[in-house]
C-alpha cells in the first residue's frame, strides 16, 4: 500500500481546483489580464489597514473570544440593521476564518457520512468539493438557461430531495452565473425546507453586488426567527479583503455555543487584529462597497457590449455578483478553450467546467476591475474569438 493509499477516501478523492489549474498554468506571463479569479484590483483600503495596523502595534496579538471579538459581532449587527433593516443582537453572529470556513463549519454542524446536500448548478467547485471531504454527499440540481436567463426550478429541488437529504445550499447572487433569486423563488425554496423539515445553507455573499434597485433579495427580508437557515458570508467581496480571510456566520443564539465549540477544534478563533480591520470595514466601509458596485456595473456593461458584438458570445447579462458566464459559439470544451485563451489572448478565465453539472461549455470572466484592463481583455478575447 503507498502513502496516499492510506489516507482517507474521501481526502484522496478531495478534486484539483479548475479554475487553480488555469491560474498556475498563466500566472506567470508577462502582460497577462488575470480575470479567472474571484476577486478586483483594488487593495484593501486604508482605513481597513490602519485599524488592524493600530491594533497589532497596540498589541492585540493574544488568544481571543472564539465567537469573535464583541466590537465585531456588534459591528456585524449595526451592518445587518442598515442593509437588511434587522435589528440582531451580537448573539446571533459568528466570526469565522473565511467564507469558506462557515460553510466547512455549517456542513459540521448539519451533515455527515452518507446524508445529503443539495446545491444549485453551475456552482462555486468549493461546496461540492467540501461537502464531498465531509463525507456528505453533494446533490447537485441544475438551474434552467434560456433565452430569458438564468432561473431556478423549486420542483427540480424537490425532486432531488431523498430520506437523506439534510440541507440546501442556495447560493444568490450567483457565483458564476450571477442569477439573483426573485422573493418568489426564494419564499418557495423556503416552504419547501420547511414541509421537509431541511436546513438551509444560504451564502448571500454577493447581496450588496447586485445591479438592481438596492441590495439583492434576501431569505431575511421573508424568513422567521425559527426558521432553519445559517447565513455564511465574507469580507472578502465587499471590502477588497479577499486575503484576509475573516468571515462570519448569523445563525440563532441558541445555537452559538455548538458553533463556538466547532471554531474551537477547526481555527480557534481570529487574530483579533484582523477583527479590528473587519470593524472598519463595517462602520466605515458604506461609501467604498457602493463605489465598487458602481464600478464594477460600467465594467459589466462594458465586456457584454464588446462581446456581444461579435456575435459569437452568448450570455445572460448578470443581475448581481461580478461575474460573466458566458459561451462561445462553437466552443464546447471550456477547459481546453481556457488554456487556450492563456496561449493566445494573454487573458486569464476560468472554465465553466469547474462549476459543475451545466457550465461545461460557459466560460467565466471576473469584470471587478479597472476599466480599462476590461477593455483590452475584452477585445483580445474578441479577436480571439475570430480565430476560435
Known sequence: MTLIDSLRTEARAAPESGIVAVVNYGRLRDGMIPLWAGEGDLPTPAFITDAASKALAGGETFYTWQ?????LRQALSRYYARHFGKNFPEEEFIVTGSGMHAIQLALDALAGAGDEVVYLSPAWPNFDAAAGIAGAVPVAVTLDHSGNGWSCDVEKIAASITPRTKALFINTP???????????????????????NLWI???EI?????????????FLDIASAEDRILYVNSFSKNWAMTGWRVGWI????????????????????????MQRGAVAALDE???????????????????????????????????????????????????????????????????????GPGGEAFLRLCFHRRLDQIEEAAHRLAKWMKSA
Open 285 to 355: 466601509g458604506d461609501a467604498f462597497v457602493a463605489e465598487q458596485v458602481e464600478r464594477a456595473r460600467k465594467a459589466r456593461d462594458l465586456v457584454c457590449g464588446i462581446l456581444g458584438a461579435t456575435g459569437r458570445a452568448g450570455f445572460t447579462v448578470p443581475q448581481g455578483a461580478f461575474y460573466l458566464f458566458f459561451t462561445v459559439e462553437g466552443i464546447t470544451d471550456s477547459r481546453t478553450a481556457a488554456f487556450d485563451i492563456v496561449d493566445k489572448a494573454n487573458v486569464g478565465l476560468a472554465p465553466g467546467t469547474a462549476f
Open 250 to 273: 448569523k445563525t440563532h443564539p441558541s445555537l452559538q455555543q455548538v458553533f463556538e465549540n466547532l471554531i474551537q477544534y477547526s481555527s480557534s478563533g481570529v487574530a483579533q487584529f
Open 201 to 203: 445553507i444560504a451564502d
Open 174 to 196: 450567483s457565483n458564476p452565473t450571477g442569477w439573483t433569486a426573485d422573493h418568489e423563488t426564494l419564499q418557495a425554496i423556503l416552504a419547501l425546507a420547511r414541509a421537509k
Open 67 to 71: 465567537r469573535g471579538i464583541p466590537d
Open 206 to 218: 454577493y447581496s450588496l453586488f447586485h445591479y438592481g434597485h438596492g441590495r439583492a433579495p434576501s
